[in-house]
C-alpha cells in the first residue's frame, strides 16, 4: 500500500518482504556455470550433478544427456539446463522415475521462517513435448512435508515463463544446520508408484505420500529420442508476486 501526503510518500508493504538486496534464494538458477562438465552422458541408473547445483535422479531403461545450452528465452540469459533423450523408454514400470532436483540447504531458509511465509517460484521451461509436469516441493526436516504441483507446457518448443506461489505453512519446519531444508523437483516421467495419487490443493504443503510426489506429471519424456527438456532462470522469493529474474 502507498499513501502519499503532500510530498511524503511512505511504502506500508512491498511484495510483503524486502525491497532491497538479493531475493532469491535459489543458487544459480541461470544455470551459468557447469564444474563437472558441460555435456554430460546419463544413464538410467545415474545420480549426479549437472549444472552447479542442480542434480538429477534416475532409475529408467532410458539415457539422456545433460547439456549446458545456450538455448534461452531472452537477453537476460546465457545458459539453460538441456536434457536430450538419446535411449528412450517407452513403457516405464510402476518404480521408473526421471527428475530433475535442486537441494537448498537449511541455514539458506531462514527468510521463509519454517514456511510460515508464502513463497513463489518462477522458472523458464520449454520442450517439444507439451503437457502437464509435476513440480514438488520436499521439507526433508518435517518428516518429507511435501507440496505437490503440476505446471503444464502449452507450445511446443517455446520458452515459457512458468510462475507457482506456495502459501504459508503452519506446521512447517527448517533445522538450522547444513543439511537440505528444502528440496525443489522438476518431474520429466514417473511410473504409477509416483504418479497415481493427488495434487495439493491451493498448492499447499501436506503429509507425504509416495503416489503423490509426481501427482502432476502426466508426460514420459522418455517415450523418444526427438524429446527435449530445458529449464534456466529458476527464482524462489518470499511473498506472493514474482520478481523479475
Keep these: 500500500g502507498i499513501e502519499a501526503s503532500g510530498i511524503g510518500i511512505t511504502c506500508a508493504n512491498i511484495n510483503g518482504a524486502q525491497v532491497g538486496g538479493p531475493r532469491n534464494i535459489i543458487i544459480k538458477g541461470a544455470m551459468n556455470i557447469a564444474e563437472r562438465g558441460t555435456s554430460i552422458a546419463i544413464t538410467g541408473s545415474s545420480n549426479v550433478y549437472t549444472a552447479d547445483r542442480f542434480f538429477t535422479e ?6 539422456w544427456t545433460f547439456t549446458q545450452s545456450s538455448d534461452v528465452p531472452d537477453n ?6 538441456k536434457v536430450d533423450v538419446t535411449t528412450a523408454d517407452t513403457s516405464l514400470s510402476s518404480a521408473q522415475y526421471c527428475q530433475i532436483q535442486h537441494r537448498i540447504e537449511a ?3 531462514h527468510a521463509v521462517e519454517n514456511f510460515r511465509q508464502p513463497v513463489t517460484f518462477s ?4 520442450s517439444n ?3 502437464n509436469y509435476s513440480f514438488t516441493l520436499q521439507q526433508p526436516d518435517n518428516s518429507n512435508r511435501q507440496m505437490s504441483g503440476q505446471y503444464t ?3 511446443a518448443n517455446t520458452w515459457e515463463k512458468k510462475i507457482i506461489t506456495v502459501p504459508a505453512d503452519s506446521s512447517g519446519l527448517v533445522n538450522n544446520d547444513n543439511g537440505s531444508g528444502l528440496i525443489v523437483t522438476w518431474g520429466l516421467a514417473y511410473g504409477s508408484n509416483y ?3 493427488s495434487l495439493s490443493t491451493n498448492n499447499a504443503f501436506k503429509t507425504y505420500a509416495t503416489t503423490d510426489f509426481g501427482a502432476g506429471q502426466e508426460v514420459n519424456i522418455l517415450d523418444s529420442t526427438s524429446n527435449e527438456w530445458y529449464l534456466t532462470g ?3 522469493e518470499v511473498g506472493t508476486q514474482a520478481t523479475d529474474f
Design 58 to 63: 534416475n532409475n529408467h531403461d532410458g539415457a
Design 195 to 197: 504418479n497415481s495419487g
Design 123 to 126: 522458472f523458464w521451461v520449454r
Design 129 to 131: 513435448k507439451t503437457g
Design 234 to 236: 529458476v527464482h524462489m
Design 153 to 155: 507446457i502449452n507450445a
Design 107 to 109: 541455514k539458506n531458509l
Design 76 to 81: 537476460k540469459f546465457k545458459n539453460s539446463l
